[in-house]
């Protein structure tokens, strides 16, 4: 069954490996440690959260644009080891044309390769086609970010191409964007078995 949605609502997305839960102004504390001694896991990132100012500006600006209806922010926790992963969201959610986009994804170094976001991105995108009722769902990366394109190939996501020098990066140089997506047909003929099958 089809839900509109809405950015007050507490969404809530589990399985047996995996809890997305809202990220909430609580959150800090369960993410700080990344912030301080993992710093390169935003080095192809547009919006950095290394050290603790930067891991409160990141949570706040998320929390914000949540509140403004622009995008929706989850804390990962990982149900394996008991502790909290990193995080994901929603965002550029277009009702009126069914599309969003799934993004602003990082994990913990030790989370990597463990199938933690298999199963993450499972529930999301079971959510933006089956609850949503999302006719795509789009994802972009630093063309540059060889272990994120891999991700997201490895799930089911197809190539669309390049957007050349679109984004400015902190230190002044310009990136180039690969954008990839996941049609609903192609979510329900065949990605979500296929997907299902790996977790």
Same mark, same amino acid.
């Given at each position: 069954m089809s839900t509109t949605f809405n950015p007050e609502a507490?969404? *809530?997305?589990?399985?047996?490996? $995996? @809890? =997305?839960?809202?990220?909430?102004? &609580?959150?800090?504390?369960?993410?700080?440690?990344?912030?301080?001694?993992e710093p390169d896991t935003w080095n192809y990132s547009l919006t950095s959260a290394a050290g603790e100012d930067g891991m409160k500006a990141y949570i706040w600006a998320a929390i914000?644009?949540?509140?403004? %209806?622009?995008?929706?922010? !989850? *804390?990962?926790? &990982?149900?394996?080891?008991?502790?909290?992963?990193?995080? @994901? +969201?929603?965002?550029? *959610?277009?009702?009126?044309?069914?599309?969003l986009q799934l993004g602003y994804t990082w994990y913990g170094e030790k989370f990597r390769g463990t199938g933690l976001n298999k199963h993450c991105k499972y529930l999301m995108l079971q959510f933006a086609f089956?609850?949503?009722?999302?006719?795509? $769902?789009? !994802? +972009?990366?630093?063309? +540059?970010?060889?272990?994120?394109?891999?991700?997201?190939?490895?799930? %089911?996501? @197809?190539?669309?191409?390049?957007?050349?020098?679109?984004?400015? =990066?902190?230190?002044?140089?310009r990136r180039d964007s690969i954008v990839l997506s996941i049609l609903k047909s192609e979510w329900e003929h065949e990605v979500k078995q296929k997907l299902k099958s790996r977790l």
């Amino acid at each position: 069954m089809s839900t509109t949605f809405n950015p007050e609502a507490n969404y *809530i997305l589990e399985d047996d490996r $995996v @809890t =997305l839960r809202p990220l909430t102004a &609580d959150d800090p504390e369960h993410l700080l440690p990344f912030a301080l001694n993992e710093p390169d896991t935003w080095n192809y990132s547009l919006t950095s959260a290394a050290g603790e100012d930067g891991m409160k500006a990141y949570i706040w600006a998320a929390i914000n644009a949540r509140a403004a %209806g622009k995008e929706y922010p !989850f *804390i990962v926790f &990982d149900k394996a080891t008991g502790q909290y992963a990193g995080c @994901t +969201r929603f965002y550029d *959610i277009q009702p009126a044309n069914q599309t969003l986009q799934l993004g602003y994804t990082w994990y913990g170094e030790k989370f990597r390769g463990t199938g933690l976001n298999k199963h993450c991105k499972y529930l999301m995108l079971q959510f933006a086609f089956e609850k949503l009722n999302m006719q795509r $769902v789009e !994802f +972009r990366a630093d063309a +540059r970010n060889q272990r994120s394109i891999a991700a997201m190939k490895s799930i %089911g996501c @197809t190539v669309e191409g390049i957007l050349r020098s679109n984004m400015p =990066l902190a230190d002044g140089t310009r990136r180039d964007s690969i954008v990839l997506s996941i049609l609903k047909s192609e979510w329900e003929h065949e990605v979500k078995q296929k997907l299902k099958s790996r977790l």
